[in-house]
């Protein structure tokens, strides 16, 4: 089963950037998953594109936000128990090695669609 996780900062202006140690810690847990975790990396640079009244509207690039989508995870394992205890995890090394740090981890199982041709 494939997964997506997405960090979500909720304070960025107050939390900075991420410390060494933080970052340090992921790359740890990162290859102690070994294969079960497939990709992952940051984000920045936030833009929206919205449909509305069968209009298109964009917000961004690079707009102020309360919220940050700051990176993101690809995991395969064989159940959503794994995804769960992983995430807890790597949650737990935020409020570890981050303690002004707030947000939330999305856990999404992906379902991919074969492409013709």
């Known amino acids: 089963m494939k997964f997506i996780t997405f960090v979500t900062t909720t304070n960025p202006a107050e939390a900075g950037p991420p410390p060494p140690a933080l970052m340090q810690a992921i790359i740890a847990l990162g290859m102690e998953a070994g294969a079960g975790l497939v990709e992952s990396g940051g ?7 919205k449909v509305r009244s069968s209009q298109l509207i ?14 993101y995870a690809i995991y395969d394992l064989p159940s959503q128990a794994d995804i769960v ?3 807890q995890r790597f949650a737990d090394l935020h409020r570890q090695h981050w303690p002004q740090w ?16």
């Open 85 to 87: 205890s992983w995430t």
């Open 58 to 71: 964009t917000d961004g690039p690079f707009t102020e936000a309360k919220e940050l989508v700051g990176g």
């Open 102 to 117: 707030e947000g939330e981890i999305t856990i999404q199982q992906l379902h991919a669609f074969s492409m013709p041709g």
């Open 43 to 49: 984000m920045s640079d936030t833009a929206t594109i």
